[in-house]
């Protein structure tokens, strides 16, 4: 198994600096490249492709290498928490947890690389005048990119191969700046990447006319790059968490004994924690994209939000609401983990309807797409009495309520094990409560006044104050909590001790993230309709239409299945690998 | 084996759910073809002028996305060409139009020049506005078109249209 390994190694490393030289084959072909006015194409300018559907082809292949990507990412970013906590807590329980999480990505790394080589292939090869623009422009950036891979990779094999040997004393400590090393490497990896799609969605430094006159700054830091970083940071380690949470998920279901199902049961509740920790910023940071796609063109926000792609957001409603009503069931099966959860369980059912409301809120359409006989019927494209619900000033309302009952589910849980003995405890409680009747309060109020009775432009600014009521919320009752528990009266979570069903969350919060990704890569996308750099380069392709919302359902889908069975694949690589070790 | 295949049969049918309601319950809606590049003919008289503003206004052009009271995101333009008259004169304006149609035209290729109050890019303290420039961006319309919808909103507004067919020398000099 030894020699085995090694040999894995060595194809790893040689499929590596492989992938380096064909970067700098990139960024040599590049920079050779005249700075060149957009081309106007016609439909001569796409090579014949024998059948072969060329934007399925490059759309599957950039969804895959999405997926692997932010698996990647995300993990060591979740390890390296987990190491540094382990360390200061002196628990070798993170230690262990860590170690394994990376164990289980060490092979995505390469699927990732190679989905990678080939969306770049199959870019060159269909969209030859495309990419010839884009490396006009950004050639330097390749070698950026081809830096950042070699780096990325000799940490990753420096951080994963070192685990044993640098276990103790000040080595811990170099091993954890190796694995900061890696995660800048791996973060600075997609910024790069993010440049070069967000310059095709809003691009800066071309003129009117199209010509390309700015520089290379100005294209990288457009007005699309900064929120799409910081989105795709959180919403990686959120889908990261997820992946990890439905394989200690799976392998809780599949244990043979206490021992590893207690195991498997604390790794769940770890990477699940940490997947709803990242999933309750990320609509923020979905606000602030979304809000600099409208301040970049009102035309292309209200195609996003308003035009052909409003339904897409009920489909994205139906999967937010799974994950969140997901992610709070998973809570309350896990107020039997500790002695005390009992006396929590006749609050479920208080949260559950305000978030079915909450979601039944965030799914009611905007404009409704009716016959003429049933507008007439209706009175309009909107709903009388609910059309108001369908506007963003009341969705943003509804997923900072959604948010604050999610974290309520967290706290009680948190009780399900501990009880204050402090002598303030009932007025600290009374505080939270407060706390959260005001947040309530206030926060209808600025969707109800902002939304409803002031300009257009006001109405979505009104989420700004909303999100800080909500997070000031959070933690001004996390910093409550802590000090009202200090010394309190404490059992052990009872690990292992979740009901299988509870399981089949985790395992829907996988799979719905990774359907939802994949919808929302194809809306980011495709609202740049017929052009390939939004007004400045047109498609003349056959493929230059915007395919409708049930074709792009059916194509994220085909990719969901592949991509999980892949991933099924290097679970099962992992534990193979592992069994054998142990033997 | 029996856990794995309980897994794959769970996972696939939340695939499968999440693909019949999008496919089959929201409503279909196939989005419209991309628009043709046609070559604009210069129109020959007045009334074919206001028809081809009208069509870009509606269409090439984008305007009826954000001018429009259920969009309620920029200025009503129903009385747009009166009101250019009356814009120019006032002490608030700082744009370099001396004439109705100068103002619409400046808004049409320097929104920014002057901003209606209270329409202004968010945080821009009305400066700034956020209509792009008609030439360029996703819209890229030329100077016929945009002759054509300024034609179209002085029709509109019940004002004489003042706009030629094609541009005299006497309009090239006012623009």
Not at chain 1, 125 to 153: D, H, N, R, W
Not at chain 1, 264 to 280: E, R, V
Not at chain 2, 48 to 54: A, D, I, K, N
């Amino acid at each position: 198994m030894a020699l085995s390994n090694k040999r894995l190694s060595i194809i790893k490393v040689v499929f590596s600096l492989s992938f380096f030289a064909f970067l700098l084959a990139v960024y040599f072909f590049a920079s050779g490249q005249p700075v060149v006015s957009a081309p106007v194409l016609g439909a001569l300018d796409y090579p014949a492709t024998h059948g072969v559907n060329r934007r399925l082809a490059v759309w599957m292949a950039a969804q895959m290498h999405l997926w692997f990507a932010a698996f990647v990412l995300a993990v060591p970013i979740l390890v390296l928490i987990l190491e540094f906590i382990g360390v200061i807590k002196k628990d070798k329980r993170y230690d262990r947890v860590a170690c394994e999480f990376l164990r289980v990505s060490i092979t995505a790394f390469s699927l990732t690389a190679i989905t990678g080589a080939l969306l770049l292939l199959s870019l060159i090869v269909f969209y030859p005048q495309l990419m010839k623009y884009l490396a006009s422009i950004f050639g330097p950036t390749a070698l950026f990119y081809a830096l950042f891979f070699l780096f990325e990779s000799a940490t990753l094999y420096a951080y994963y191969y070192g685990w044993g040997r640098m276990s103790e004393g000040s080595l811990k400590w170099v091993h954890l700046l190796i694995g900061l090393g890696l995660n800048t490497a791996g973060t600075g990896l997609m910024f790069v990447a993010n440049a070069w799609v967000t310059f095709m969605m809003t691009p800066a430094g071309v003129d009117v006319s199209g010509v390309f006159n700015g520089n290379l700054w100005e294209a990288v830091n457009n007005h699309l790059w900064s929120p799409m970083n910081l989105h795709r940071f959180i919403a990686n380690i959120a889908y990261g968490g997820s992946i990890v949470g439905a394989y200690a998920a799976y392998r809780y279901l599949s244990a043979a004994n206490e021992k590893e199902r207690a195991h498997y049961d604390w790794m769940g509740y770890t990477s699940s924690l940490i997947a709803i920790g990242a999933l309750l910023p990320l609509p923020f940071a979905g606000y602030w994209l979304t809000a600099e796609i409208y301040s970049y063109s009102q035309q292309m926000g209200i195609t996003l939000m308003g035009g052909v792609f409003a339904w897409l957001f009920i489909v994205q409603a139906v999967l937010i609401g799974a994950l969140f009503l997901a992610a709070n069931y998973y809570l309350w099966c896990g107020f039997g983990r500790g002695s005390y959860g009992e006396r929590y369980l006749g609050y479920v059912k208080y949260i559950a309807f305000v978030i079915a409301i909450c979601f039944l809120v965030w799914f009611t359409p905007h404009t409704l797409i009716l016959t003429p006989t049933e507008a007439r019927a209706l009175g309009g494209q909107y709903h009388p009495y609910l059309g108001p619900l369908g506007l963003m000033p009341a969705k943003n309302t509804a997923v900072n309520i959604m948010l604050l009952f999610t974290f309520l589910s967290f706290l009680l849980y948190r009780r399900s094990h501990r009880t204050p003995t402090v002598a303030w405890a009932a007025y600290g409680k009374a505080a939270q409560a407060g706390l959260f009747t005001a947040a309530v309060i206030n926060i209808t109020f600025l969707g109800v006044y902002y939304g409803y009775f002031t300009n257009t432009l006001y109405k979505v600014a009104s989420s700004v104050p909303q999100v800080a009521t909500t997070l000031f919320v959070i933690v001004a009752c996390l910093v409550i909590e802590a000090f009202m528990h200090r010394g309190a009266e404490r059992t052990e979570f009872r690990w292992g001790r979740m009901p299988g069903r509870s399981q089949y969350a985790l395992l829907l919060i996988a799979v719905s993230f990774t359907w939802l990704m994949g919808l929302m890569g194809f809306v980011r996308s495709a609202i740049r309709q017929h052009w390939h750099v939004y007004g400045v380069m047109r498609d003349a392709s056959a493929e230059a239409f915007t395919p409708s919302i049930a074709y792009a359902a059916k194509v994220v889908s085909i990719g969901t299945i592949i991509f999980m069975s892949i991933i099924v694949f290097i679970f099962w690589l992992s534990s193979a690998g592992r069994e054998a070790s142990d033997e | 084996m029996n856990n794995f295949l309980k897994v794959a049969a769970f996972s696939l049918a939340v695939i499968g759910l999440y693909t019949f309601y999008s496919v089959w319950v929201i409503p279909p809606i196939n989005p419209e073809a991309p628009p043709k590049e046609a070559v604009v003919e210069e129109p020959a008289t007045v009334d074919e002028l206001v028809e081809l503003g009208e069509s870009v206004y509606n269409g090439k052009g984008a305007c009826s996305l954000c001018h429009t009271a259920a969009a309620g995101r920029a200025p009503l333009l129903e009385r747009a060409a009166v009101i250019a008259g009356q814009r120019i004169k006032e002490p608030g304006y700082k744009g370099n139009a001396t004439h109705a149609e100068g103002y619409l035209y400046e808004s049409l290729v320097n929104p920014s020049a002057y901003v209606v109050p209270g329409f202004g890019a968010s945080g821009s303290a009305d400066k700034v506005s956020p209509m792009p420039d008609v030439r360029g961006s996703s819209i890229g319309l030329n100077e016929t078109e945009i002759r054509a919808i300024i034609a179209y909103l002085q029709s509109i507004s019940g004002v004489e249209v003042t706009i030629a067919p094609a541009p005299t020398e006497e309009t090239k000099a006012k623009e």
